[in-house]
């Protein structure tokens, strides 16, 4: 069971009959012509699709990095963890 102040009953009641006053408003809209939408603008995908094409620019990615190692980018370690 809830158990509520005088103070929170105060409080909360009006905000309670706001909420359901609203829920109410919303409930007594005639939408029967009004289609189901997921977004009130129409998106469209901006994404490109995936193509394979070979790299063989390697070295090349590799001379703008700061530091390589082993033929690999050199980064820092992360916190907490040694060399």
Same mark, same amino acid.
């Given at each position: ?13 009006? !905000?309670?009959? @706001?909420?359901? !006053?609203? @829920? ?9 012509? &009004?289609?189901?939408t997921q977004h009130p603008y129409p998106l469209v995908n901006v994404?490109?699709?995936? &193509? ?10 590799? @001379? ?13 370690? @992360? ?5």
């Amino acid at each position: 069971m809830l158990r509520l102040t005088d103070d929170e009953l105060d409080t909360f009641t009006p !905000q309670l009959v @706001a909420i359901l !006053q609203h @829920a109410s408003d919303v409930e007594s809209l005639d939408v029967d012509d &009004v289609p189901p939408t997921q977004h009130p603008y129409p998106l469209v995908n901006v994404f490109r699709p995936d &193509v394979v094409e070979t790299f063989d620019g390697r070295e090349a990615a590799l @001379a703008m990095g700061p530091e390589v190692e082993d033929g690999r980018f050199r980064v820092p370690p @992360a916190h907490g963890e040694e060399p």
